[in-house]
């Protein structure tokens, strides 16, 4: 794509804009800033993956890896502050998770261990985390003030934090799960992933395509429950104190 035909998908955003000024939705200051941002950061990446793509120095992937994991963590502690020490929660269960499926990945050989295959499935995987955690701390958050009641009535007959707090985690791994699970009920049916779509534009064979996108969705299934799982369990305890008694939010 030139960049003349690049700058001619600005219609796309001309439209919304100009749907928010006729409906006064006041969203076109963040449409601007959206689209802005959008080009500036998606550029210097590209800039920034081709240096690295080059080198394939496994220092600069380390280092794209880790800028993901703190950009994920920075964004979706905002959602869990109610929590002590949500930051460094939310930063293991994304190096869980990195690790586990890039472990997986490269110690099958399913795919290589090169920069072309590590930071793009990363991204992807640390991306969908990362969203997986907010889905995950709004709903826990949301889910432990709306029965504060009940889960004290537990304590004060001998319950344990765990047995107090079960329900509302469960329910939480649960809602936060279902988005993922439910997209791939309907892959292929409604939608075209956008790794197949991309490859299909980029001229690769429909049946490889078809390959790398079940590898991403699967992958993406073992991303949802390792990370609503681990974050639920590594959150939960420090919503009590040392007596076993629900901190106030």
């Known amino acids: 794509m030139s960049y003349w035909a690049l700058s001619l998908t600005l219609i796309f955003v001309l439209i919304p804009l100009v749907l928010s000024k006729t409906l006064n939705l006041g969203l076109g200051r963040d449409m601007t800033v959206a689209t802005l941002r959008s080009i500036v950061q998606l550029l210097a990446v590209g800039y920034v993956l081709k240096f690295v793509f080059d080198s394939e120095s496994l220092l600069y992937i380390f280092l794209m890896v880790a800028l993901m994991i703190v950009a994920a963590t920075h964004n979706a502690q905002k959602k869990g502050a109610a929590i002590?020490?949500?930051a460094w929660k939310i930063a293991v269960t994304l190096i869980f998770?990195?690790?586990?499926?890039?472990?997986?990945?490269?110690?099958?050989?399913i795919t290589p261990a090169t920069a072309q295959y590590i930071i793009p499935i990363s991204g992807?995987?640390?991306g969908n985390s990362m969203v997986l955690s907010i889905l995950f701390l709004n709903r826990f958050t949301a889910e432990v003030e709306d029965?504060?009641?009940q889960t004290e009535l537990i304590l004060s007959l001998g319950g344990t934090p765990k047995q107090a707090i079960h329900r509302q985690l469960i329910t939480s791994?649960?809602?936060s799960m279902i988005p993922t699970i439910e997209s791939q009920k309907t892959v292929g049916l409604v939608q075209l992933p956008g790794m197949m779509s991309g490859q299909i534009i980029a001229g690769a064979d429909p049946i490889q395509a078809v390959q790398f996108q079940l590898l991403i969705m699967f992958l993406l299934l073992t991303t949802a429950a390792v990370t609503s799982v681990s974050l639920g369990y590594l959150s939960y305890p420090t919503l009590f104190n040392k007596r076993m008694q629900l901190l106030k939010g």
């Not at 690790?99 to 110690?107: E, K, S």
């Open 97 to 109: 998770v990195e690790v586990l499926t890039q472990g997986i990945l490269i110690g099958f050989n």
């Open 173 to 175: 791994i649960k809602a």
């Open 124 to 126: 992807m995987v640390i």
């Open 84 to 86: 002590q020490g949500i």
């Open 147 to 149: 029965h504060q009641d």
